[in-house]
């Protein structure tokens, strides 16, 4: 004979669980410090300043009339 399950309860656990899972995935995503956000944002700023630095021609304003 199968064992008696309070519905509530079950749904209550797999609610409980589905926030923790969720409330992980928002520490990983938006838990950084304040130090690694300002690394990230230095290295992608040397980043960019190389890459522009290797372009072959100039990089044009979006509003260049020259383009027509």
Do not use: W
Not at 36 to 55: I, M, P, S, Y
């Amino acid at each position: 004979m199968a064992n008696v399950v309070n519905l509530n309860k079950f749904k209550k656990q797999q609610a409980k669980a589905a926030r923790v899972k969720q409330a992980e995935t928002n520490r990983r995503l938006h838990g950084r410090t304040k130090v690694e956000r300002a690394r990230d944002a230095l290295h992608n700023k040397q980043l960019e300043t190389r890459v522009d630095g290797a372009r072959l021609e100039p990089k044009k304003p979006d509003g260049d009339p020259s383009d027509a």
